[in-house]
């Protein structure tokens, strides 16, 4: 008896809600804020993966130059070579060590004037590695901040898109003057369509904000180590100049 009740009941909603259920149905019974609405969550989506997709294949290739680089350059300065290093630098140009590396050397061979090195040139040396990691850390982070806007931001369209469908379902019922599904489903579509799409954009933004900011606290780590044995390196260079 329960059952018949219940089939009886679900009969009810399927021929009330005259509304398709589809993507183009409920497309075509949102209203024009609504549409707008869901339009700039798209352009939000296609941003948040434009900037995913660069700064993965920037990381990638940073990385993976990196791996070369720093084994190469280092022969080259055991052996004194420093043309040979700044060299090498120059052919992994998509290398976060490289690009600050290579600030380094040449502000130590623009100072170096003879066999002897003064504090100063190291100090400039040390400057120049400062401002090239500076730098280099503004290039890692970019477009990275807007994937943590885009994550924050995101839902709140999506409930600013759910409070237009539920005034739609309102206007529904006003317009037909009846309480049915029929008068509010178009209206409660619209509200469910823009919440869930103001999470599918705000989630995965969230995510690989996170990841990608681990990822640049790496490389930050990275290039202070290396700006600091290449400074020691210098170090030791003055100390056997001296001798």
């Known amino acids: ?13 399927f021929q009330e809600a005259t509304v398709g259920f589809d993507l183009v149905s409920m497309w075509k019974a949102m209203g024009v804020p609504a549409k707008a609405v869901v339009i700039l969550m798209f352009v939000m989506s296609a941003w948040s ?4 997709i660069d700064r993965w294949i920037a990381y990638r290739a940073a990385r993976k130059q990196s791996r070369v680089f720093a084994p190469a350059v280092a022969g080259a300065l055991k052996d004194g070579k420093i043309d ?17 590396v290579t600030a380094g050397l040449q502000e130590f061979q623009a100072h170096q004037g003879s066999t002897e090195i003064s504090g100063e040139t190291i100090e400039a040396s040390k400057r120049a590695l400062e401002r ?6 503004a290039e890692l982070k970019r477009g990275v901040s807007s994937l943590a806007t885009i994550g924050s931001t995101a839902p709140f369209v999506g409930l600013f898109g759910t409070v237009l469908g539920i005034i739609n379902a309102f206007h529904g019922i006003a317009s037909a003057k009846a309480t049915g599904l029929a008068a509010v489903a178009g209206g409660i579509a619209e509200a469910l369509v823009a919440t869930a799409i103001g999470l599918f954009v705000a989630v995965p933004a969230v995510w690989m904000f996170n990841y990608f900011t681990n990822k640049i606290e790496a490389f930050d780590v990275e290039m202070d180590n290396s700006s600091s044995e290449l400074i020691d390196y210098f170090i ?5 100049g001296k001798k």
Do not use: D, P, Y
Not at 1 to 13: I, K, P, R, S
Not at 132 to 137: F, T
Not at 236 to 240: D, F, M, T, V
């Open 1 to 13: 008896m329960f059952g018949a009740n219940l089939f009886t009941l679900a009969m009810w909603f």
């Open 49 to 52: 993966i434009g900037v995913m």
């Open 84 to 100: 040979e290093a700044i060299s090498i630098a120059e052919q992994n140009k998509r290398s976060h060590l490289a690009k600050v």
């Open 132 to 137: 090239a990691s500076a730098i280099v850390h």
């Open 236 to 240: 030791k260079r003055s100390s056997r």
